[in-house]
Every structure is written in structure tokens, then in C-alpha cells.
T-cell receptor
Framework: DVKVTQSSRYLVKRTGEKVFLECVQD?????MFWYRQDPGLGLRLIYF???????EKGDIPEGYSVSREKKERFSLILESASTNQTSMYLC????????FGPGTRLTVT | GQSLEQPSEVTAVEGAIVQINCTYQ??????LSWYQQHDGGAPTFLSY????GLEETGRFSSFLSRSDSYGYLLLQELQMKDSASYFC????????????FGSGTRLQVQP
């Protein structure tokens, strides 16, 4: 069974803090993705990576960066968290079918 | 750019059949996927169509018409546990490796 895990289910941070969201997959997938999910907007792609140290911007990369130092790990970084980044963040990996992690609900106050 | 349209909400009763439609506009098209997401849970894969026609998996079927840029998910013999959000997603045959998702259809199954 493919497993995609995320470091936290719930996170509360203050405006201006640097936030790290970690994602790990155990199936040696090349492709990994970060989405955010907001009511009525579906899943929007923030960044994706198709190999170690490779990254590409998705549809809404502003305010985010990513890091992929190892194949199994893909990190999302909020350099200076803002209240409009309060959301559900979903990590996924894919080789054929796409598998999602359980999500991190981030609240920025 | 890419866009997918699906109804925001559908209501049906237990035992009934429901169809959730999805129309898409993309730069290139490789296939259409469907995902189910229960409240508080992660999206899980249901089905994938790359070719025209119907794919059946138990009570769920998915249809694709590439010429019409249209697909649907058909759920038969509805059960209460089918209450969830359903997302269609397009995989493109361009360099974009990520799926593009619709905004989701919330299905409520009533007794």
C-alpha cells in the first residue's frame, strides 16, 4: 500500500512566522505535489517536483517555496505566513495513479 | 489554461442512481480521473479514462467522450457512505505533470 504522510494534521501559526510542511512517500515515486484546498475552489496546485532538487511552479506559487533534497521527501515552506494562507494543504505523489496524504489544516492568526 | 466544470451539489436517495458530469477545457488531454473525498479525509482515487467509453468498477462507472470534452461518474445503488465530495481531474499530455482538479461536487445521499 502506498503511504503518503504529512508531518502535522493541524497547525496554528502567527502572521510573519516561517512555516515548514513536510511530506514523505514510501513508494519511490518521482512526482510529488503540493495542493491547497479551499471551499468552493477545489484543489489548486502550488508546486510540484519531478525529481530530486527539481521543482516547478504550479498555479498559485506566490508566497510559497519548496525543497526536495531526497526523493521521498517534499517540503512546502511559507517564508512569512499570512492570514490568507489559512487553508488545508495536501501533499500527493504519483507514478500512475495519484495518492494523497491526510492533509495539514493550517491556521494563521 | 485549463478549466473543469462540475456541479457544486447533488442530492439523491439511497438505492438511486446519480450521475456527476464534468466538462473540461485544456491545452492538451491525456485522461480524466475521478476522486472521492469524505469530510476530513484525503481524496482517494476512483477511476481513470483515457479512451472514449465506459469503465465499470463495481457500483461506480466512469464515462469519457474526448470529442465532447466531457465525462461523467455514475454511482449506482447509492448508499449513505457515498455521501462525499467527488472531483474530476484532467491529466494533460503537455509537460505539466500535475493533475488539474475541478472544484468538486458534494453528493448528499438521503435515506
Amino acid at each position: 500500500d502506498v503511504k503518503v504522510t504529512q508531518s502535522s494534521r493541524y497547525l496554528v501559526k502567527r502572521t510573519g512566522e516561517k512555516v515548514f510542511l513536510e511530506c514523505v512517500q514510501d513508494m519511490d515515486h518521482e512526482n510529488m505535489f503540493w495542493y491547497r484546498q479551499d471551499p468552493g475552489l477545489g484543489l489548486r496546485l502550488i508546486y510540484f517536483s519531478y525529481d530530486v532538487k527539481m521543482k516547478e511552479k504550479g498555479d498559485i506559487p506566490e508566497g510559497y517555496s519548496v525543497s526536495r533534497e531526497k526523493k521521498e521527501r517534499f517540503s512546502l515552506i511559507l517564508e512569512s505566513a499570512s492570514t490568507n494562507q489559512t487553508s488545508m494543504y495536501l501533499c500527493a505523489s504519483r507514478q500512475g495513479e495519484q495518492y494523497f496524504g491526510p492533509g495539514t489544516r493550517l491556521t494563521v492568526t | 489554461g485549463q478549466s473543469l466544470e462540475q456541479p457544486s451539489e447533488v442530492t439523491a436517495v439511497e438505492g438511486a442512481i446519480v450521475q456527476i458530469n464534468c466538462t473540461y477545457q485544456t491545452s492538451g488531454f491525456y485522461g480524466l480521473s475521478w476522486y472521492q473525498q469524505h469530510d476530513g479525509g484525503a481524496p482517494t482515487f476512483l477511476s481513470y479514462n483515457a479512451l472514449d467509453g465506459l469503465e465499470e468498477t463495481g457500483r461506480f462507472s466512469s464515462f469519457l467522450s474526448r470529442s465532447d470534452s466531457y465525462g461523467y461518474l455514475l454511482l449506482q445503488e447509492l448508499q449513505m457512505k457515498d455521501s462525499a465530495s467527488y472531483f474530476c481531474a484532467v491529466r494533460e499530455d503537455t509537460g505539466r505533470r500535475a493533475l488539474t482538479f475541478g472544484s468538486g461536487t458534494r453528493l448528499q445521499v438521503q435515506p
